[in-house]
Each structure stands twice: as structure tokens, then as C-alpha cells.
């Protein structure tokens, strides 16, 4: 059975960096997309961004554009969030994602379009 692997989280003062990795076990064909959502306490479920898999194609949310860059590495089927520049308003479960139904060539929003998740990881970043 597939399943998505993820690690990395941890604690970080403001302004620190941190690089989550979400590695795909189990898969006999191509992703078309891989996406990075975050949780909260107490808040919705939302899309940090994606990538498209085709060609390399990077979506992100406007709160982290040029702070987080998600990334692939191919030959390790691993998708990666590399985290810069972290506030404490970015402390959250972070979960990637993969099997979007539809489109995917956009800013993920609405987490129940993706089948496939990860368990999440804490980042917590502190002031």
C-alpha cells in the first residue's frame, strides 16, 4: 500500500529554519502533485503549497511566498519544505499530501480534494 513518510519537524526560535521531508513509499506510478498543509490548535487545515510534479511547477500560499520552498528529488521520491525566516505564527502540524482529485496545477486550498496524506509533524517555532 502507498504511504507517505514525513519527518523533520521540531523547535526553532523566530527566524530559524527548518526542512520537512515527505517521503512516498509504495507507489507504482507518477504523483501529478505533492502539497504541504498545515493545522494549527484551534484553526482550519491549510494549504502551504505544492509542487507539480511535470514540471516542477511550484504553487505557494501568499503567508509563506519567499520564506518556504518546496522541492523534489526524484531519484529519492522524496518532496521537501524547506522553511526560512520562521515565525511563531507558522507553528503547526505540518502534513504533505499527494493522489489531488482534479486540477492540481494551483495553490492547494480544500484538503478533502487530497486522498493521500502523511502522519504530520510539529513545528513549533517560539519568540
Known amino acids: 500500500q502507498a504511504q507517505l513518510i514525513e519527518s523533520g519537524g521540531g523547535s526553532v526560535q523566530a527566524g530559524g529554519s527548518l526542512t520537512l521531508s515527505c517521503a512516498a513509499s509504495?507507489?507504482?506510478?507518477?504523483?501529478?502533485?505533492v502539497a504541504w498543509f498545515r493545522q494549527a490548535p484551534g484553526k482550519e487545515r491549510e494549504g502551504v503549497g505544492s509542487?507539480?510534479?511535470?514540471?516542477?511547477?511550484?504553487y505557494y500560499d501568499d503567508s509563506v511566498k519567499g520564506r518556504f520552498t518546496v522541492s523534489l528529488d526524484n531519484a529519492k521520491n522524496t518532496v521537501y519544505l524547506q522553511m526560512n525566516s520562521l515565525q511563531p505564527e507558522d507553528t503547526a502540524v505540518y502534513y504533505c499530501?499527494?493522489?489531488?482529485?482534479?486540477?492540481?496545477?494551483?495553490?492547494?486550498?480544500?484538503?478533502?480534494?487530497?486522498?493521500?496524506w502523511g502522519q504530520g509533524t510539529q513545528v513549533t517555532v517560539s519568540s
Open positions: 509542487i507539480y510534479v511535470r514540471t516542477g511547477r511550484k
Open positions: 499530501a499527494a493522489d489531488k482529485v482534479g486540477v492540481c496545477t494551483e495553490v492547494p486550498h480544500n484538503p478533502s480534494d487530497w486522498l493521500k
Open positions: 509504495g507507489y507504482t506510478n507518477s504523483r501529478d502533485c
